[in-house]
């Protein structure tokens, strides 16, 4: 598996502590923060986000995807087994949608930001701030101070699913807890200046550091020119025998645009594989590696047909 992501994403720590969850190895490509990703381009055909997953020629988007890719080929142990599969899933959705944007709010207030972008160069911090704003459509982050209460206010909620368990929904550590960590490890990790909003609940901060020792498993870094070359060397692993799920009418076969719902919503065009209950797959043909499929989740993505 290589995973294309870089330091300070907080989805992509969520996918590096699960690979140290389940003991892998892994190789990693480092990609940039902000557009243009010319070497990831190629992969996923638009898709811009972070991180991505990349098995030969197979690309996978959204950790929630990634999850269950990785869950598939590495039972053991699981990401579900502390909970009802529709429990876990709906929280990890939740910590995934609305804490992230909230935690996020709080961790980039001026003294956060200013603590992240330290060192950096001003040009550096101006390109960043002007590509994140452009993926929320111009828009502004939530004011600090409406962050800040309701960061609490989720802190307090998940302190009081730790009383008299170590994880979020019991005994064992599942995917909720994976997804609500990379918020958290944003705050105590990237901005520990600010990270006194913990301090309310020690419990929340004592799980951090229990989920934190997972690590990561075992890196094995290799370059976005190596990763190029694996794609163009495979072929795109046989697709499954799902049933085919048809809710917008567009038959196989079609050429569409698969886009995120919202922030960075940059379409991948291609031609459409396969339409199962969870996921959606395109198949590109790109000039640089050749025969690609890209597989993005049903939830939180839209497809459209391509007008010929
Ligand atoms: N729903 C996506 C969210 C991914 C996401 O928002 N990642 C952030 C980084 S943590 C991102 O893409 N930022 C812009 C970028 O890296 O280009 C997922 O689960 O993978």
Redesign the pocket.
């Known amino acids: 598996m290589i995973l294309h992501h ?1 330091p300070t ?4 720590e969520k996918i590096r502590l699960i690979f140290g969850y389940k003991h892998m190895e892994w190789q990693g490509v480092e990609i940039p ?3 243009p ?1 010319p070497n990831l381009m190629p992969l996923t055909g638009g898709y ?4 991505v997953l990349q098995i030969g020629a197979d690309i996978y988007c ?3 995807l ?1 999850c269950d890719v990785i869950e598939h080929s590495v039972p053991t142990p699981s990401l579900y087994n502390a909970a009802p599969k529709g429990l876990v899933r709906t929280v990890a959705q939740w910590a ?1 949608n609305l804490l992230f944007p909230v935690a996020m709010a709080y961790n980039f207030q001026p003294q956060g930001a200013q603590h992240v972008m330290a060192g950096m160069p001003p040009e550096v911090v101006k390109v960043f701030a002007e590509d ?1 704003k452009a ?1 929320r459509g111009g828009g502004a982050r939530m004011p600090p101070a409406d962050a800040t209460a309701m960061y609490k206010s989720h802190l307090r909620r998940l302190s009081t699913m730790l009383e008299g368990q170590p994880f979020l929904l019991g005994d064992k550590p599942c995917l909720a807890d994976f997804s609500v960590y990379h918020s958290v490890w944003f705050t105590l990790v990237k901005v520990p200046v600010i990270d006194h909003i913990l301090d309310a609940t020690p419990l929340v901060r004592d799980w951090a550091h229990r989920m934190a020792a997972w690590g990561h498993g075992k890196e094995h870094t290799i370059s976005a020119a190596q990763a190029l070359q694996v794609a163009a060397a495979a072929q795109p692993a046989p697709l499954s025998d799902d049933v085919f799920q048809d809710e917008h009418g567009i038959p196989l076969g079609s050429e569409v645009t698969v886009a ?1 719902e919202s ?2 919503t940059e379409p991948t065009t291609g031609k459409l594989v396969a339409a199962t209950r969870t996921r959606l797959t395109l198949e590109r043909n790109d000039p640089q590696v050749g025969k690609l499929h890209v597989h993005f989740p049903r939830m ?1 993505f839209i497809m459209k047909k391509v007008d010929t």
């Not at 994403?9 to 992509?12: D, K």
């Not at 811009?48 to 991180?51: E, L």
């Open positions: 870089y994403s907080p989805f992509a923060m902000v557009m990703k811009r986000k972070t991180p959204d950790t929630a990634i995934d994140r993926m995120a922030f960075g939180g």
